[in-house]
Each structure stands twice: as C-alpha cells, then as structure tokens.
C-alpha cells in the first residue's frame, strides 16, 4: 500500500519524493532548526536531503514510519515535515516535525502534528504517541500542549547536540485521551 496524503485547512502533508530534495536542503538549512532538533545537521547538505528522502519509502512499507512533506500555499511549496516513528509492538508512535525559519510562529507545526496525530490514532490505530522536546525549546512544548499531550516528565541531560547535553521534556497522548478530546 502506497503512503496516503493528508490534507488540513490550509496544509498538504504528501510523502517526499526525491525531486524534493534541492528543496528540503532549503527549507531545512538553518542553524536555529539544527540548534532546536537533536537529529537535524547544520549545514545540511543536498546528499543529506537526498538520503534522507530515499529511505522514506521503506520505512512507510515496513511499519517503521511514515514521513511527510508539509506543503502550503497554492504552489505547495515546502514548509517543514512531520512524521510518526512507530513501534508495531507497542501499538505507538513517536511524534516528530520541523518548520523551516520563515513560517515560525504561524501555527502550521500545530496544525500538521494535528493531523498526524488523527492518523495515527484512526488510521494506524495506534494507543500511544509521544514526543520530545529540548527545554531550551519551549515553543514545540506549546504545539504538544495544544496537540493534547500532557506532559511526563523531563529527562535529564538527554540529548547531545553540538558538544552539550540538554534536558528533554516527553509528552504523551492515549487514543483514549485524543477521542474524549473529540467529544468536547
């Protein structure tokens, strides 16, 4: 089965392909994504981009993951990307996105996780989805607050990025929590 495309008020979230890649270098080459993510690089180079889109595919096909280009406005251009890791055992997921600079603050984050987070639960039918954030990146703790997620706990010193170690607040949503979320 082919990754669905998704579609919210003003977004598209469709799978990568590999002529996105000159793209994706652009949108996701700046310092103060790479300084927020613990797995994004900066610089980000086009073979990164290249690679990383290559294995979208796979990963979609054997229950690992599902990853989408977020894309808006009528020329869809490339906005950020939004994404489930998911543990088929455990019947969960682990929530993950990035905007590029120019659109922060405008609520697309919130509104993309949204609608991965519906899939997840109705599509998937998952029973958990999680996400993490740096401390020093309160604004991605406001979209996973608005997502419903309640917040679990901060691990510290967690992650390692550039040489420091950064402490990591987890959040977490039930299927349960997301359709009594519905009913209100």
């Known amino acids: 089965m082919k990754q669905p495309s998704l579609a919210t008020a003003r977004l598209h979230l469709t799978p990568f392909v590999a002529e996105d890649a000159e793209a994706l270098q652009q949108a996701i080459n700046y310092p103060e994504i790479a300084r927020m993510t613990r797995s994004i690089e900066y610089p980000y180079s086009l073979e990164m981009a290249r690679a990383w889109i290559a294995n979208h595919e796979e990963l979609w096909r054997s229950g690992k993951a599902v990853v989408f280009a977020i894309r808006g406005g009528e020329s869809r251009e490339l906005w950020g990307a939004v994404g489930l890791e998911i543990c088929c055992i455990d019947h969960a997921a682990e929530l993950g996105y990035w905007v590029t600079v120019p659109k922060w603050g405008q609520g697309i984050a919130t ?34 607050e608005k997502l419903g997620m309640v917040r679990e706990g901060v691990l510290r010193k967690l992650a390692r990025k550039w040489g420091e170690f950064h402490d990591v607040a987890v959040f977490g949503i039930l299927a349960e929590d997301w359709e009594r979320l519905l009913k209100m």
Request: no cysteine.
């Open 111 to 144: 509104e993309a996780a949204n609608r991965v987070v519906e899939f997840g639960f109705a599509d998937l039918g998952l029973n958990r989805i999680s996400a993490h954030h740096m401390l020093r990146n309160p604004a991605s703790g406001r979209v996973l």
